[in-house]
T-cell receptor, first 116, second 117 residues
């Protein structure tokens, strides 16, 4: 089954304790992206990757890091989480091959993060 | 920069009735895609319908249809014969089709739809 998986689904942590949210897709997609969802703000892009070792900032990258060492994985790293990073996080992927972008993005189930 | 506006934070509809959710957007581009996503209480993001800007014909998916007015930059979603399972947050989203653009989706703030039995 084609899917995007995220782990963990729920996480409660404390300020300053490094954490990683994993994202994996089994569709051989080149493009992967992280969004955060906050009430009244919709979803906003944090980082994206157009292929292995190619990443770039989205609209709200402060306080986050990413890496893309393998095509299927795109972890989101919070090195020193703060309460303002309490949010619902989504990973998404889509095909981008030979300059042709697939219009549909596939979303993971979301990770709800609470930073105390 | 492109923006997407959903001016209805909440809406309510009776089961079996029809409801229309509004979305407007701002862009200077001529090639783009528009989407409606549904987010039920499970928080999963589910694609409902998409519209290519170059197509004049409005997209339809079963009970879901859109009214795409390119000149007015309007993209409303009509849900016919509403069902209890349609209760969810609905997000309108924009994606540029400009050659140098990324696959970034620009989302509105959402409309929470309640369906009354």
């Amino acid at each position: 089954e084609a899917q995007v998986t995220q782990n963990p689904r729920y996480l409660i942590t404390v300020t300053g304790k490094k954490l990683t949210v994993t994202c994996s897709q089994n569709m051989n997609h080149e493009y992967m992206s992280w969004y955060r969802q906050d009430p009244g703000l919709g979803l906003r892009q944090i980082y994206y990757s157009m292929n292995v070792e190619v990443t770039d900032k989205g609209d709200v990258p402060e306080g986050y890091k990413v890496s893309r060492k393998e095509k299927r994985n795109f972890p989101l790293i919070l090195e020193s989480p703060s309460p303002n990073q309490t949010s619902l996080y989504f990973c998404a992927s889509s095909s981008w091959s030979g300059g042709v972008r697939e219009e549909t993005q596939y979303f993971g189930p979301g990770t709800r993060l609470l930073v105390l | 920069a492109q923006t997407v506006t959903q001016s209805q934070p909440e809406m309510s509809v009776q089961e079996a009735e029809t409801v229309t959710l509004s979305c407007t957007y701002d862009t200077s581009e001529s090639d783009y895609y528009l989407f409606w996503y549904k987010q039920p209480p499970s928080r999963q993001m589910i694609l409902v319908i998409r519209q290519e800007a170059y197509k004049q014909q409005n997209a339809t998916e079963n009970r879901f249809s859109v009214n795409f007015q390119k000149a007015a930059k309007s993209f409303s979603l009509k849900i016919s014969d509403s069902q209890l399972g349609d209760a969810a947050m609905y997000f309108c989203a924009y994606r540029s089709d400009y050659g140098g653009a990324t696959n970034k989706l620009i989302f509105g703030t959402g409309t929470l739809l309640a369906v009354q039995p």
